[in-house]
């Protein structure tokens, strides 16, 4: 199951596989099936993902 997150008034919805975050849940649903069964990321669904705001816990600087 996907996670809903609200963000600037819409509804985001989050791979909990992954953690890319997607407008559509049809589109974060696949992402986390393709996840799951694969144990990795699938370039055609993730290019649908959208930005989240960088927190203290997000991946370290090099990364970004």
């Known amino acids: 199951m996907v996670k809903e997150?609200?963000?600037?008034?819409?509804?985001?919805?989050?791979?909990?596989?992954?953690?890319?975050?997607?407008?559509?849940?049809?589109?974060?649903?696949?992402?986390?099936?393709?996840?799951?069964?694969?144990?990795?990321c699938n370039l055609e669904i993730t290019k649908y993902a959208v930005p989240l705001e960088r927190t203290s816990t997000s991946l370290p600087n090099r990364l970004t």
């Open 5 to 40: 997150m609200r963000k600037n008034g819409k509804t985001l919805y989050i791979c909990e596989a992954c953690g890319f975050a997607y407008k559509e849940k049809e589109l974060a649903e696949k992402c986390q099936q393709w996840c799951e069964e694969h144990n990795s």
